[in-house]
């Protein structure tokens, strides 16, 4: 969340920026309700001095008395509306979102921008192409009915090679971020609701994409960002060096949606997937974003996969997102002929995170500030087998794996051949 009082001073910046990311925020409200708030605490306060004084003042006992207990319903009158109005006033104020990097272009989703490309060229194919449903299930890699039958439609099974390329994956990433000094942290797959909102995710609701547990205060996490940044709130944390954490964790999401494009296993409702997330200072934060993108495109070249970069567009940026990055790959049966689909993201949230959640350090002079927090996807292992097996296809339906993954996978799956 944005500081208070920057949001009441910039009031023409935080519409403008409203308005560029196409988001309905009850500003003025959150003003009037804000000043009411401002108000009503003053009178408290007041009645405060008053009752204080008139303990230490001289007078007759009785009336002394009569008089603190009239200011000391008047508090309650005026304490039971200040909890009213500082309700109302904090569910707006969790809706106001960042502020947008200048860099972001201005527009929904199509006004985001290709700003660099992969170093694995689109590959040409002089054969008809298997898409990765028709490839991992002749090679029993994947199990989809089965899935659906026991957990329900965006469910699977990996099996044999499929089982073991996830576990190649997830070493792969994790091994790589490390050797930048991201700590591996197997994380909770549970959540409270409060985490959820600090980290900038809507809990329970319509809106909601994720799962909760009835007659409990717990989610489902949709990302292991939440739980990494989470295990810091109401805290304050030593920044002499940033903290640099590689996540692995189970992923939980309940939209998918349909058609040719989301078919199989790119958008289902579990999912494996390696988080980095850095907290440090927020002068700091830039480098570290442009750091998170590096080595999320450095796995992808690794892994010999097409894609792209793209500048995400204001109008598609997360509440929490000051800037974002995402990876595309290039998927060569993706909608039947070939189309790019998302692979990693990474986001600047500068101190949004930090001030939900709580998160401090103390700056050179001892003053505490808030943290900087920022994610990124090292790797989401659904979406990087799609774009393995559909690239890496021959023409007599074997699969073969890209060098990087030999060292983590017995020689018997370097090439998948049923």
């Not at 579990?270 to 440090?280: D, G, H, I, P, S």
């Not at 920022?374 to 074997?398: W, Y």
């Amino acid at each position: 969340m944005l500081d208070r009082k920057f949001i009441l001073e910039n009031l023409d910046l935080i519409k403008t920026n409203i308005a560029n990311r196409g988001m309905q925020v009850r500003l003025d409200e959150f003003v009037q309700l804000e000043t009411q708030r401002k108000a009503l605490l003053q009178q408290v306060e007041a009645l405060r001095a008053e009752a204080n004084a008139l303990a230490k003042g001289a007078g007759p006992i009785e009336e002394k008395r009569a008089k603190g207990q009239q200011l000391k319903a008047q508090e309650a009158t005026l304490n039971d509306q200040l909890k009213q109005t500082e309700s109302q006033a904090e569910a707006i104020y969790l809706t106001i979102p960042n502020l947008t990097a200048p860099e972001s272009p201005a527009g929904g989703e199509e006004c985001s921008l290709d700003i660099a490309r992969g170093k694995t060229p689109i590959r040409e194919f002089n054969f008809p192409l298997q898409d990765h449903i028709t490839l991992m299930e002749r090679h029993r890699m994947l199990n989809l009915a089965a899935g659906a039958k026991v957990a329900g439609s965006g469910f699977y099974y990996f099996t044999g090679a499929g089982a073991m390329l996830e576990l190649a994956l997830t070493r792969f990433a994790l091994d790589h971020v490390m050797k930048s000094g991201y700590v591996p942290v197997m994380t909770p797959d549970l959540v409270r609701d409060s985490l959820m909102v600090g980290a900038g995710f809507v809990p329970r609701g319509n809106e909601s994409n994720t799962y909760h547990l009835e007659d409990y205060d717990l989610n489902l996490i949709a990302t292991s960002e939440i739980t990494l940044v989470g295990m810091h709130a109401d805290e304050v944390v030593d920044l002499g060096k940033p903290i640099k954490y590689a996540g692995l964790s189970h992923c939980f999401r309940s939209e998918r949606a349909h058609g040719s494009a989301t078919r199989g296993i790119y958008r289902v409702h579990q999912f494996t997937k390696a988080e980095m997330v850095v907290l440090c200072k927020p002068e700091d934060a830039i480098a570290h974003h442009l750091e998170l993108r590096r080595l999320e495109q450095e796995i992808f070249d690794a892994l010999e996969i097409p894609y792209r970069v793209l500048e995400i567009a204001a109008g598609d940026l997360g509440a929490a997102a000051y800037r974002k990055f995402d990876l595309e790959a290039w998927m060569p049966a993706r909608n039947g002929s070939g189309d790019w689909g998302e692979i990693t993201s990474t986001s600047n949230c500068t101190e949004f995170q930090s001030r939900r959640l709580n998160i401090r350090y103390r700056d050179e002079a001892g003053k505490l500030q808030y943290a900087a927090t920022l994610n990124g996807t090292a790797l989401s292992v659904c979406r990087a087998i799609v774009a393995i097996v559909e690239n890496h296809q021959q023409a007599d339906g074997s699969i073969v794996m890209p060098q990087a993954l030999h060292a983590y996978l017995p020689q018997q799956y370097w090439i998948i051949n049923s």
